[in-house]
């Protein structure tokens, strides 16, 4: 298993929920919720409300874009040891809907992680709903590239506070 890996518990929401809180307030505030963090993979959930999605009730593409970027870009913050990232360009395909009322399952991977560039996979899938945690047909693909060792300014240099927080704890849990 990998040292860096957090893996929350399927029964711990109210966990789950406050750990996105602290590591990301954006997903948190739409609803997603994140489940394992490491530098080589995050993943995460989000419940499709009206919050989220566009006039016609499905996900807005927005949002899905919104996922992607929040995900490579802790996935990105962790790999290059916690020196600042930016995000330079993300694209992304919508490949199906989802619907108020679905669960949407994230997965983020890097697909190169460079000295001064990473490009990260995020894809986004229905959740089967007869089978909670099984993917169903994908509804998106992003790729997105990011600048990294960045220097962190002086007055941000406990941005990577709660990653490092949760890395420990998962670590620490293992001993």
């Known amino acids: 298993m990998d040292p860096h890996k957090i893996v929350i518990s399927s029964n711990s929401k109210s966990s789950s929920k406050n750990k996105t809180a602290e590591l990301d307030p954006v997903l948190d505030s739409i609803g997603f919720e994140i489940e394992e963090v490491s ?16 006039p016609f009730k499905v996900l807005h593409g927005g949002v899905s874009a919104l996922v992607a970027e929040g995900l490579a870009s802790m996935g990105a913050h962790m790999a290059s040891g916690y020196t600042r990232v930016a995000g330079v360009s993300l694209t992304i ?21 460079g000295r001064s560039t990473q490009v990260w996979e ?13 993917k169903g047909p994908q509804i998106s693909e992003s790729r997105v590239t990011l600048l990294c060792n960045l220097p962190v300014p002086e007055n941000l240099k406990n941005a990577g506070d709660a990653l490092k927080k949760y890395a420990a704890a998962a670590a620490a849990s293992r001993l």
């Open 39 to 54: 530098p080589s993979e995050l993943t995460g959930r989000l419940p499709v409300t009206a919050k989220c999605c566009q």
């Open 93 to 113: 395909n919508h490949f199906r809907s989802a619907a108020v009322g679905d669960v949407v399952l994230a997965r983020a991977a890097p697909v190169h992680l």
């Open 122 to 134: 995020v894809k986004l899938w229905k959740q089967d709903p007869s089978v909670p945690g099984k």
